[in-house]
């Protein structure tokens, strides 16, 4: 049993945006989810990562994973922002895929990955997994990522319905995720079609926070506090505060354009 255990909370901000971060292991003795938020004056870069492999593999895989992410990333800069999404993914990929070939008890771990990139008035976002982001104007979710997993497979078949995701008995089968054992990885990409505006807003998040908290909660919580701060403890406190014995490790990263 876990004892009490706080969330770690992250806070930053820059003229263009205000961003923050909240993470907690539930009731796992370790978290595997990892979280960063990155500027350099100009751009941002924010990542959420959710390792697979248990022990100390997914911890491992997330967190190698972000780091090579963000490396990417800084090197990055005056890169077409499609062409930086993509490098991006592929160094995180071979970052996790060098440390299993040379640590044997590591073969197996995975991990999820999404990540938003600003430069400018640009935006971009691109996920392996079931790490989500959700795009939101004037306090509505008007875009989403797709889970690369059985169940959203068989809502793009027309099996099921969106909603029966949350509940499905295969929701943590995945059929992407970084560390996988092919040399390459196919992540979904996406460019924001116009200039970020003010009340542009995105969420990133595992699963650990999105099984637990729906749509139209993330809405109407958003619309009653626009601070990203005050939005990632009330919800990913009400996650914990829910109490299941079973609760996965939680991980939300809120950012508003200002």
């Known amino acids: 049993?876990?004892?009490?255990?706080?969330?770690?909370?992250?806070?930053?901000?820059?003229?263009?945006?205000?961003?923050?971060?909240?993470?907690?292991?539930?009731?796992?003795?370790?978290?595997?989810?990892s979280v960063e938020i990155a500027t350099d004056g100009v751009r941002a870069c924010f990542v959420v990562a959710d390792g697979l492999g248990g022990h100390a593999g997914g911890e491992r895989a997330s967190r190698l994973a972000v780091d090579a992410t963000l490396e990417h990333w800084r090197a990055?800069?005056?890169?077409p922002l499609r062409e930086l999404l993509t490098g991006m993914v592929e160094a995180a990929h071979a970052a996790v895929r060098r440390v299993q070939s040379v640590e044997p008890a590591l073969a197996d771990m995975r991990t999820?990955?999404?990540?938003?990139?600003?430069?400018?008035?640009?935006?971009?976002?691109?996920?392996?997994?079931?790490?989500?982001?959700?795009?939101?104007?004037?306090?509505?979710?008007?875009?989403?990522?797709?889970?690369?997993?059985?169940?959203?497979?068989?809502?793009?078949?027309?099996?099921i319905e969106a909603t029966a995701i949350r509940n499905h008995p295969d929701r943590s089968r995945l059929l992407g995720t970084l560390g996988n054992d092919e040399d390459q990885v196919f992540p979904s990409l996406r460019e924001l079609e116009r200039p970020l505006a003010a009340g542009d807003s995105f969420v990133l998040c595992t699963d650990g926070f999105w099984e637990d908290v729906l749509e139209p909660t993330m809405e109407s919580s958003w619309q009653k506090d626009s601070a990203p701060r005050a939005w990632v403890e009330g919800l990913g406190g009400a996650v914990e505060a829910k109490g299941r014995s079973d609760r996965d490790n939680c991980t939300v990263l809120a950012v508003r354009i200002s």
């Open 112 to 159: 999820t990955l999404v990540m938003l990139v600003i430069d400018g008035d640009r935006a971009g976002w691109a996920h392996v997994g079931d790490s989500r982001l959700y795009r939101f104007e004037a306090d509505r979710i008007v875009w989403q990522t797709k889970d690369h997993s059985v169940p959203q497979f068989l809502v793009a078949n027309g099996e």
């Open 1 to 33: 049993m876990v004892g009490v255990i706080k969330a770690s909370i992250v806070e930053q901000a820059a003229a263009q945006w205000r961003a923050a971060s909240y993470s907690h292991p539930g009731s796992r003795d370790n978290n595997e989810d």
């Open 76 to 79: 990055g800069a005056g890169r």
